[in-house]
């Protein structure tokens, strides 16, 4: 069964500092994608970053980075030079392929709430 | 290029009524899925359409429908609400049903509280 897990409730990080927020996942699809979302307390889904189950390389977008290990399947974001705006909720998802019955459903970890302190 | 549309953005309703909760995709994507957000279960999927057909449902009673039209427009539509229907309803859309670039945008949300 597909499952995403982020451990991390809670992180706080000082200003400019980088921060690591963990994600792992389980899937028994092959094909899979693996997306980060930030959520301020606005509620609006901010997309960051995506990374594919056969993509070589790991993703980049901007300061944000993806630490993919598939062996161990984890995905952790990576956030460089952390800004008072980074503030925010941080969902980890995953949606599996389109030869899975799970195909078109986006399944999401509990979230981290990342704070910046000034 | 728009993003996702979501209407409307806050609406109360009481127990009982039913609502219909709107989402317009980025032009050109065909794949619309929605998503309830609440504090106790965090967020969980409700349905996914692809060119008006509904292609997967999440695990929510049949008082929750949707239902997509021919310009890729969905609606979803909750019946006879409960208290616990109180939730952030959240819209996105794909190109396709599938996608290597991770092309899969969430609308603003549509804030529903049942008094």
């Known amino acids: 069964a597909q499952k995403i897990t982020q451990t991390q409730p809670g992180m706080f990080v000082q200003e400019k500092e980088a921060v690591t927020l963990d994600c792992t996942y389980d899937?028994?699809?092959?094909?899979?994608?693996l997306f980060w979302y930030k959520q301020p307390s606005s509620g609006e889904m901010i997309f960051l970053i995506y990374?594919?189950?056969?993509?070589?390389q790991n993703a980049t977008e901007g300061r944000y980075s993806l630490n993919f290990q598939k062996a161990r399947k984890s995905a952790n974001l990576v956030i460089s030079a952390s800004q008072l705006g980074d503030s925010a909720m941080y969902f980890c998802?995953?949606?599996?392929?389109?030869?899975?019955?799970?195909?078109?459903?986006?399944?999401f970890g509990q979230g981290t709430t990342l704070q910046v302190k000034p | 290029k728009a993003g996702v549309t979501q209407t409307p953005r806050y609406l109360i309703k009481t127990r009982g009524q039913q609502v219909t909760l709107s989402c317009s995709p980025i032009?050109?994507?065909?794949?619309v899925s929605w998503y309830q957000q609440t504090p106790g279960q965090g967020l969980q999927f409700l349905f996914e359409?692809?060119?008006?057909?509904?292609?997967n449902k999440g695990n929510f009673p049949g008082r929750f429908s949707g239902r997509q039209f021919s310009n890729s427009r969905s609606e979803m539509n909750v019946s006879t609400l409960e208290l616990g229907d109180s939730a952030l309803y959240l819209c996105?859309?794909?190109?396709?049903?599938?996608?290597?670039?991770?092309?899969?945008?969430f609308g603003e949300g549509s804030r529903l509280t049942v008094l």
């Open positions: 899937t028994s699809d092959p094909s899979y994608g």
């Open positions: 996105a859309s794909s190109h396709t049903g599938w996608y290597s670039s991770g092309e899969l945008f």
């Open positions: 990374q594919g189950s056969y993509d070589q």
């Open positions: 998802a995953m949606r599996e392929g389109p030869d899975s019955s799970n195909t078109g459903k986006l399944i």
């Open positions: 359409y692809f060119s008006e057909t509904q292609r």
């Open positions: 032009s050109g994507h065909r794949s």
